[in-house]
Nanobody, 116 residues
Framework: QVKLVESGGGLVQPGGSLRLSCEGSGFHFSRFTMRWFRQVPGKERTLVASMLLINGRREYSGSVKGRFTISRDNVKNMVYLQMNNLNVEDTAVYYC?????????WGQGTQVTVSS
């Protein structure tokens, strides 16, 4: 059974940091490109960060570049999103995504709320 389980969300003040984690199971984790998306109510899910399979290259959306860092541990089947200098616009549900060809798996999401 394929599973992606996110954790690490919560409430943080503006300027603070959080580290999201996502554990994969039931599929060949190291073959998949791993990505983080986020979604706010009433809006589409948007790509935040990705770590490409082929060369480990990291890509970020413009709004988080320089503040967020994606990383992965293929031994532990984990992908992380380190989020620094958070602001209220980062408030969203964050989703982990694994993609390989036509295969795409999603986690259930974890809520991140940035508020004073």
């Amino acid at each position: 059974q394929v599973k992606l389980v996110e954790s690490g969300g919560g409430l943080v003040q503006p300027g603070g940091s959080l580290r999201l984690s996502c554990e994969g199971s039931g599929f060949h984790f190291s073959r998949f490109t791993m990505r983080w998306f986020r979604q706010v109510p009433g809006k589409e899910r948007t790509l935040v960060a990705s770590m490409l399979l082929i060369n480990g290259r990291r890509e970020y959306s413009g709004s988080v570049k320089g503040r967020f860092t994606i990383s992965r541990d293929n031994v532990k089947n984990m992908v992380y999103l380190q989020m620094n200098n958070l602001n209220v616009e980062d408030t969203a549900v964050y989703y982990c995504n694994a993609v390989y060809g036509s295969l795409s798996y999603w986690g259930q999401g974890t809520q991140v709320t940035v508020s004073s």
